[in-house]
T-cell receptor, first 112, second 112 residues
Framework: DAGVIQSPRHEVTEMGQEVTLRCKPI?????LFWYRQTMMRGLELLIY????????DSGMPEDRFSAKMPNASFSTLKIQPSEPRDSAVYFC??????????FGQGTRLTVV | GENVEQHPSTLSVQEGDSAVIKCTYS??????FPWYKQELGKRPQLIID?????GEKKDQRIAVTLNKTAKHFSLHITETQPEDSAVYFC???????????FGSGTQLTVLP
């Protein structure tokens, strides 16, 4: 398996635009997590799914953020409209219950 | 919710010396404590983890200790090498989902 795959690796967008980040978890993993990393706030959990169902979205900062997992092999994190303070590295991770979480390479988002 | 505090934020050691990073957690239900290493511009990668039914775990030059009563756990790296230089994160979670609450990170620099 190629591991957790995220796209794009880098995204630069203008304030107010919609941004969609994508994640393909490791095959067979039943949990998927979205984390955000910034210098100020460190690594923080935004939302996680179990068997494609959102379980806890309490970390999603605002209604501008939304996440979906239409099937076991794909998830998206959307920001609409984007703001400069959304600039961060967004990581997707997946795990099979009871095992370690594997992280994707991350998407570096810059909102100008 | 869970709160994880990590100290120190930066640590410099001479090559060959030992490094110790400490974390405390707040939720007594937490039962899984991984440590991640993150090199500049890369994803966090698991280096060692410990479950609450174990007090200590060792893997070559790396060891982790857990004190459930005091709610703290520590990472010990012996015989440090320049390639150990990175940011290290502790984390805690409860339940089977493995959703992680991270500490703020420690920048370890090993001086040759």
């Amino acid at each position: 398996d190629a591991g957790v795959i995220q796209s794009p690796r880098h995204e630069v967008t203008e304030m107010g635009q919609e941004v969609t980040l994508r994640c393909k978890p490791i095959s067979g993993h039943d949990y998927l997590f979205w984390y955000r990393q910034t210098m100020m706030r460190g690594l923080e959990l935004l939302i996680y799914f179990n068997n494609n169902v959102p379980i806890d979205d309490s970390g999603m900062p605002e209604d501008r953020f939304s996440a979906k997992m239409p099937n076991a092999s794909f998830s998206t994190l959307k920001i609409q409209p984007s703001e400069p303070r959304d600039s961060a590295v967004y990581f997707c991770a997946s795990t099979w219950a009871g095992t370690e979480a594997f992280f994707g390479q991350g998407t570096r988002l810059t909102v100008v | 919710g869970e709160n994880v505090e990590q100290h120190p934020s930066t640590l410099s050691v001479q090559e060959g010396d030992s490094a110790v990073i400490k974390c405390t957690y707040s939720d007594s239900a937490s039962n899984y404590f991984p440590w991640y290493k993150q090199e500049l511009g890369k994803r966090p990668q698991l280096i060692i983890d410990i479950r609450s039914n174990v007090g200590e775990k060792k893997d070559q030059r790396i060891a982790v200790t857990l004190n459930k009563t005091a709610k703290h756990f520590s990472l010990h790296i012996t015989e440090t090498q320049p390639e150990d230089s990175a940011v290290y994160f502790c984390a805690a979670s409860s339940g089977s989902a493995r959703q992680l609450t991270f500490g703020s990170g420690t920048q370890l620099t090993v001086l040759p």
